[in-house]
């Protein structure tokens, strides 16, 4: 992959110890993990320099302890999911410097796993402290980056110690930073992208920054609202910005200039409550939304147009549902367009990336999820990618 080393260029590494930064930072149930989605990917990375006789130590976080010590927010609270996920047991090192580390290295044999404590529960971490990151580099022979969610972060361990440490990006990075290549760095062009959710103003910088690198722009969820009252329709009691209007009629006019052909819906699924499956539920035209009505969802004939837009495209680039996919009926146009993205996904006539918390849910709601050709679990990485930024974990590691 140019300009990065991957484990690839990697030579012998029996009995040598890397540092692997992952992300553990799980959601929990109980004292469980409710899923485990973020370890499934590092897996591979951990169970490779395992296998290939390293000594790996897991550096990650774990919620936000702002640089104090927390019982609840010890990675030891999500070293069993990991254990279970990765078929070995781990090591607790209730550390991530110091005596006690150079200690448990020298009792863990080659091919053994130890997981490090919590990297935020030392303020030098987030303030990505130089010599904070020395003393971990200390403990180890290379530095293996495999935590795409956490690259947008210049802390010590997703950017200090790419500095102090032969860098590698790991197996889960190395298909994330492939993906996303593939979807707006170098793509097959023509490229679509669905931007949904329920507000503009989290992501101006990302629609900005699309329309100049997107032949269409499909814009759903409550954010379709905010464009529609900007162009004068009236949008009744729904979730809209209207202090955004000159935003949105700025952002669709550098659409036109820059060729890029933005997609609203024109009939849509309106409700005067919102509740599931509520007896007010209709489907009209956005030029007849009532004053008492609220748009809760893209309505089918707009649907069926928009899956033709991507019939004509050969790269999908996807953030954000088209309509308040938790609560049925209105999951219905952001399922049909899914599924429609994975059929052309898997016929291969569209490379279709996909990313963010909700993104991830709708996808899997739709039972989609499977087929698209990438799907990130990165947030706020993800989010700052396609705002076109540059992200200091994923620089750090460019050779």
């Not at 936000?64 to 010890?74: A, F, L």
């Not at 709601?365 to 974990?393: C, I, K, N, Q």
Request: hydrophobic share 45%.
């Amino acid at each position: 992959m140019a300009g990065f080393r991957t484990l690839d260029d990697l030579g012998d590494v029996r009995g040598k110890v890397a540092l692997v930064r992952v992300d553990l930072n799980l959601p929990m149930d109980e004292g469980r993990a409710s899923d485990v989605t973020r370890v499934e990917a590092s897996a591979p990375t951990i169970l490779e320099l395992a296998d290939a006789g390293a000594k790996v130590l897991l550096l990650a976080h774990f919620g936000r302890p702002k640089g104090q010590r927390s019982s609840v927010m010890s990675t030891s609270m999500v070293m069993g999911d990991a254990e279970r996920v990765l078929g070995r047991e781990i090591m607790f090192i209730p550390e991530v410097s110091g005596p006690v580390v150079a200690q448990s290295i020298g009792i863990l044999r080659d091919g053994d796993i130890g997981l490090l404590d919590n990297v935020r529960f030392w303020p030098g971490e987030e303030q990505n402290d130089p010599e904070f990151a020395k003393a971990i580099a200390a403990h180890g022979d290379f530095y293996v980056n495999d935590a795409f969610s956490a690259a947008h972060r210049a802390h010590a361990s997703t950017e200090g110690l790419a500095h102090l440490l032969p860098a590698y990006v790991g197996r889960a990075m190395e298909k994330e930073l492939k993906a996303l290549d593939a979807a707006l760095g170098n793509p097959q062009t023509p490229v679509v992208a669905v931007v949904g959710g329920a507000k503009v103003s989290s992501k101006l910088a990302v629609l900005e920054h699309l329309v100049t690198k997107v032949q269409h722009l499909i814009i759903g969820g409550g954010m379709a609202n905010t464009f529609l009252a900007a162009r004068g329709v009236d949008v009744g009691k729904s979730l809209c910005e209207h202090d955004l209007a000159a935003t949105a009629n700025a952002i669709m006019d550098k659409a036109d200039h820059a060729g890029c052909t933005v997609h609203l819906p024109y009939d849509v699924v309106v409700a005067k409550e919102f509740a599931a499956n509520p007896a007010s539920l209709r489907t009209c035209n956005v030029h007849e939304v009532a004053a008492d009505e609220m748009i809760l969802d893209v309505g089918p004939a707009a649907v069926e147009a928009l899956a033709d837009v991507l019939k004509t495209c050969r790269t999908l680039v996807w953030n954000g549902p088209l309509g308040a996919f938790e609560t049925p009926p209105f999951d219905e146009a952001t399922v049909a367009l899914a599924r429609t993205a994975a059929a052309l996904t898997q016929d291969g006539s569209l490379v279709s990336v996909a990313g963010g918390g909700d993104t991830v849910a709708a996808l899997n709601h739709a039972g989609a999820a499977g087929d698209f050709t990438y799907v990130s679990t990165a947030g706020g990485a993800f989010l700052e990618w396609m705002e076109g930024r540059e992200l200091p974990g994923v620089k750090a590691l460019q050779s």
